[in-house]
């Protein structure tokens, strides 16, 4: 493998990543976190399986490759000795028979564009992560590649024997590859393909017409937001922190995770963008999936046993583990499923689980409002902030072998009460209101006490100094104002100790597996935001563009950044990176009166 030069391919039930050359590398059977059997991502340097690619006879450089406009539907062109071929990926999605129809199904289409190519198509599906090679059934138009507990059929206008002996041939018309479940398809392949690719890119052009887009960057801003789009389990109303697991954060770590879950952390900052988007269904999806969470431990009364991370539907193990069948991206493992992270003390999802759940309370637009029910139930999730806030826990960054009091982590348990306190207030309840208020205000105090330097700026942790980007985020939940002289600081210390060629390191102090050596573009996009805050605009413009620059060739990021050389690492698609793109878009660019007539 060469990089994260890949995009994403998918319709919020499933989704595959595809390299240049119209390799899929990473697919998950059946659902956004099933069982890879696309899985050459983690397949070292040069994988013989996991993957469904074609060869070109004569190739001529990686491919070409580009999204279909405002689509989540890829194009990868390739040059051979015979000629050159089109290949078209996408996974349906479209309203049908008055629903969205979101099959387990890959498309590919691939057309002769000029000459007579000469191609080999290969598919070598493998399950349980790497560990079991398939049988191979067949019949006239269809292979099936058979698992223990699992079938992945292809379907196909082409030579199956071509196909299953993996023989090169001329590619002179358009043929159909049709990847997914065990089920018969009685339409002919290539009129099935062509509607669903009428009908999927019809559905992916309006959904972009909805959306509400900055006036500059729109077109980052539209990419980033289908991907986040593609994040989401339509299902269930989750949206997972990344596609993948164990992509390291820098080359030769075992920080190694897998991010195919969804972290109650994300929630506000993902809603937030969501809402700013008007993407208003996968919002609404989302925070029903939050609040669904909260009300069940609130009503057991174990809102202090809420875990920080959850899987996307229910019955999937979260605890995690080490397996060997596969040996990592470019080789670096470990590969590991399932994140032990999930038994963290984490507090700072209080404040989490109560901000998501306040837009119900403001958002006209939801079906469900929320009321004093509600309430009650985040009560009880506010009683516990009150009680953790501060306590030490593993922190946002979710250290492994240690626990403080995080800085980030009290101010959430401090806006988890204060929420509640506007909360109650909305729902007419004065007098708890005033109650929340109070609590709030004095550990709002101590927080902001225990928390300043000597220099005035705010450390990441209370009682001690040290540098972490989340204090760039404290006004933005409202602990303290943009323009009060210890945010000021603490921006310059930021500036000087974390700022890496343009771009943020989370923290730059030793952890469980040494001093980190990469980047986290999240952190970045927060910096950009707060030197917007205080008006340093030119700087956060300059910085803005220059992240933009490091995206790859199809517009994704993922976790983390390469200072020195901008190469991204870490889990793709990731999440934080696409949603911390849109805020700063939004906060930055002109308006559209100001673009469209005050150009100068």
Partial sequence: MS?????VVGNCAIASLVDRNARHVWHGLGRLDGDPVFNALLGGNEPH?????????????????????????LETTLDGAGGTIRVIDFAPRFRRFGRMFRPPM?????????????????????????????????????????????????TTDGSISYILHETEFALDRPLTLIVGADESITEGPDSLARTFLAETE?????????????????????????????CSFEDTGAVLAALTTSVPEAAGTPRTWDYRFSWLRDSFFTVTALNRLSATRTMERFVSFIVDIVEAGSSRGEADQIAPLFPIAPGTDTAERIIDTLPGYRGYGPVRIGNAAVVQRQNDTYGSMVLTAAQMFWDERLPRHGDLEL??????????????????????????????????????????????????????????????????????????QRATAADGWLSGVLDREMADASSLVLPEIGLLRSDDP??????????????????????VEADDFGKPSNAFLLCTFWYIDALASVGRREEALELFNNVLGQRNHVGLLSEDLDPRTGELWGNFPQTYSQVGMILSAMRLSRSWEEGLWHAS
């Avoid at 600081?489 to 890496?500: F, H, I, N, Y």
């Fill in 106 to 154: 890959l498309v590919r289409r691939l057309e002769p564009a000029a000459g007579r190519p000469r191609i080999t198509i290969r598919l070598r599906p493998t399950f349980s992560y790497g560990g079991l090679k398939p049988q191979i059934t067949s019949g006239s138009n269809h292979v099936r590649f058979v698992g223990d507990a699992a079938v992945v059929r292809l």
């Fill in 486 to 507: 210890r945010f000021h600081a603490t921006l310059d210390m930021v500036g000087k100790r974390l700022v890496k060629n343009g771009f943020v390191m989370r923290y």
């Fill in 202 to 230: 019809a559905y992916w052009h309006t959904w972009v017409r909805d959306l509400n887009t900055p006036f500059d960057w729109q077109a980052a801003v539209i990419r980033a937001a289908i991907t986040l789009k593609l």
């Fill in 49 to 73: 399986g996991g993957f469904m690619d074609v060869l070109v006879a004569g190739a001529k450089g990686p491919g070409r490759q580009r999204y279909l406009p405002n689509t989540a539907i």
């Fill in 3 to 7: 990089g994260l030069d890949l995009g």
């Fill in 375 to 448: 309430y009650r139930r985040l009560c009880v999730v506010g009683n516990e902030a009150h009680r953790a806030a501060l306590t030490p826990d593993a922190g946002l960054w979710e250290y492994r072998e240690r626990e403080e009091i995080h800085t980030f982590s009290a101010a959430m348990c401090w806006a988890a009460q204060h929420r509640l306190g506007m909360i109650a207030r909305r729902v007419g309840i004065d007098s708890e209101s005033r109650e929340w208020l109070a609590r709030a205000g004095v550990l709002r105090q101590e927080v902001l």
